[in-house]
């Protein structure tokens, strides 16, 4: 499926949606594109839709941060990009297990990757602009997003 964001405000219209429709969901979230592509910015206005109430940054030097959405459940975040060529055992399913994870530059750990989950892929099209194509990878997934306009 492909979208066209025009403005900062339908990005974050995009990832309001996006939190409705799995509000209270274990589901994992795979985000791709070039740096400034919006990765964290979408991820900051996803976070904020479900009640996160820290600030959400780049975990880049971090790999992963972890956020309470409103109803407690957690809110992963993580930024594979340090692990390329990494093909130890990170842990990361438990995270993948327990709640919603968002997961930028995941191929770096694709093969650590739930195969249901979500991804998109942001492309840089201006200056607030972004062409999206967002796919569901198992049934989970494909029910989460039926009916997407």
Same mark, same amino acid.
């Given at each position: 499926?492909?979208?066209?964001? =025009?403005?900062?405000?339908?990005?974050?219209?995009?990832? =309001?949606?996006?939190?409705?429709r799995?509000?209270?969901?274990?589901?994992?979230?795979?985000?791709?594109?070039?740096?400034?592509?919006?990765?964290?910015a979408?991820?900051?206005?996803?976070?904020?839709?479900?009640?996160?109430?820290?600030?959400?940054?780049?975990?880049?030097?971090?790999?992963m941060?972890?956020?309470?959405?409103?109803?407690?459940?957690?809110?992963?975040?993580?930024?594979?990009?340090?692990?390329?060529?990494?093909?130890?055992?990170l842990g990361?399913?438990?995270?993948?297990?327990?709640?919603?994870c968002?997961?930028e530059?995941?191929?770096?750990?694709?093969?650590?990757?739930?195969?249901?989950?979500?991804?998109?892929?942001?492309?840089?099209?201006?200056?607030?602009?972004?062409?999206?194509?967002? =796919?569901?990878?198992?049934?989970?997934s494909?029910?989460?997003?039926?009916?997407?306009?």
């Amino acid at each position: 499926m492909k979208l066209n964001l =025009n403005s900062l405000s339908d990005t974050e219209a995009f990832a =309001n949606e996006m939190a409705r429709r799995l509000k209270g969901q274990t589901m994992t979230i795979t985000l791709d594109g070039d740096l400034g592509a919006g990765k964290t910015a979408w991820t900051r206005f996803f976070g904020k839709a479900l009640g996160v109430k820290r600030t959400i940054n780049s975990p880049t030097f971090t790999i992963m941060k972890s956020y309470k959405t409103e109803d407690g459940s957690p809110l992963y975040h993580m930024d594979a990009y340090r692990l390329e060529g990494a093909h130890q055992d990170l842990g990361f399913e438990e995270c993948f297990e327990e709640g919603l994870c968002v997961v930028e530059w995941a191929d770096y750990i694709a093969e650590q990757i739930p195969a249901d989950h979500i991804s998109i892929s942001l492309k840089e099209t201006g200056e607030t602009s972004r062409e999206v194509e967002m =796919n569901a990878h198992g049934p989970k997934s494909a029910s989460l997003l039926e009916g997407w306009k």
